[in-house]
C-alpha cells in the first residue's frame, strides 16, 4: 500500500468529510466514494472530483450509505446498465428512541451515479439499516441485511443488531420479508458470486463466541454459502475465516472487534 492522502487538495473539505463509506469500482478506472457528499475519480483513485451532494432520503432524513454500491451489468456485454444504492436513516422517534427503528431505502442511477432516481421504502426493510447487494445468476437481487436489535437488548451497543436476508424477483421493485440468519452478533456482510453460481457471504462477529479462557471476548469473521440463488444458506456449515480474543474487559472491551 502506498502512503494515505487527503482525497481533497482543500484542507477544511477533509476535515469535515466524515467518515467515507461505499468505496465502489465502475470498471474502467473509474471510481465512487461518500464522504461528507459524493466523489469521483477517472484515474483509479489518484485523484478525486467533488464532493458533490447526496440528495435526502424521501422521507426528508439524510441518506446514510455503507456497503458499495451494485454495479448492474448486462449479462451479456458487461455493459453498466445502472447503479443500485441503498441508504437507511431513523424513523419512529430517532435514534435511542424506545419507538425508533431504522429503515432502508433503494434507488437507481443511469449516468455513472451523477443523478439518481426518487428513492423506494421498501416496507420490508423496517428495522433494517445497512444493505448489501448482488445479482444471483438466475436473475434476481439478493440483499444482506443489518437487522436492528431486539428490543430487549435496546440501550446495549449495536453489536446486539443482527443479519437477513431479502430477495427481490423484479429488478429491486418489490422485495422479500427478511430472512434473518441471526438474531444479534453477525452483521457487516459482503456477498460474492463464485464461479459455479453458488454465493458467499461474508460477515464480521462481533458477539456471540464465548470468551477465552482468560475472560477477554472473542471476535472473527465467517462466511456461509448459498446454493439456491440466497434463499437458504448453510449456517451449519459456516467458515470461521479468523478468530481472535480481544485484550481488555468491561466498557470498552468491544474495542478489538471488527469495525
Avoid at 440528495?55 to 454500491?69: E, R, V
Avoid at 445497512?130 to 434476481?140: I, K, S, T, Y
Avoid at 457487516?188 to 462477529?205: A, Q
Wanted: aromatic fraction near 12%; charged fraction near 20%; charge should be negative.
Amino acid at each position: 500500500w502506498g502512503e494515505p492522502r487527503p482525497v481533497s487538495s482543500d484542507a477544511t473539505v477533509n476535515a469535515s468529510a466524515g467518515l467515507g463509506t461505499a468505496l465502489t469500482y465502475l470498471g474502467g478506472g473509474r471510481l465512487m466514494l461518500i464522504a461528507g457528499g459524493r466523489w469521483f475519480s477517472e484515474d483509479y483513485g489518484a485523484t478525486w472530483e467533488g464532493p458533490l451532494p447526496v440528495a435526502p432520503a424521501s422521507n426528508g432524513q439524510p441518506w446514510y450509505t455503507w456497503d458499495p454500491i451494485l454495479v448492474d451489468r448486462e449479462p451479456a456485454t458487461g455493459e453498466v446498465k445502472r447503479l443500485i444504492e441503498t441508504g437507511y436513516n431513523w424513523e419512529g422517534g430517532g435514534h435511542g428512541s424506545p419507538t425508533g427503528y431504522e429503515q432502508a431505502f433503494i434507488r437507481f442511477s443511469t449516468d455513472g451515479g451523477r443523478t439518481w432516481s426518487e428513492d423506494t421504502r421498501v416496507p420490508q426493510w423496517h428495522g433494517v439499516s445497512e444493505v448489501a447487494l448482488l445479482r444471483a445468476q438466475n436473475g434476481e437481487l439478493v440483499a444482506a441485511c443489518r437487522t436492528d436489535m431486539a428490543r430487549q437488548y435496546l440501550g446495549n451497543i449495536d453489536h446486539y443488531e443482527g443479519l437477513g436476508i431479502s430477495r427481490s424477483k423484479d429488478d429491486g421493485k418489490t422485495w422479500s420479508q427478511v430472512d434473518r440468519l441471526y438474531d444479534y452478533g453477525r452483521h457487516h456482510p459482503c456477498l460474492v458470486l463464485l464461479p459455479d453460481d453458488k454465493i458467499l457471504m461474508t460477515y464480521v462477529v462481533r458477539l456471540g463466541y464465548p470468551r477465552d479462557a482468560e475472560g477477554f471476548p472473542q471476535f472473527g469473521i465467517e462466511a456461509v454459502i448459498s446454493r439456491d440463488h440466497g434463499a437458504s444458506w448453510d449456517l451449519p456449515h459456516r467458515f470461521v475465516l479468523a478468530k481472535w480474543s480481544g485484550n481488555r474487559t468491561g466498557a470498552n472491551e468491544w474495542w478489538p472487534s471488527s469495525q
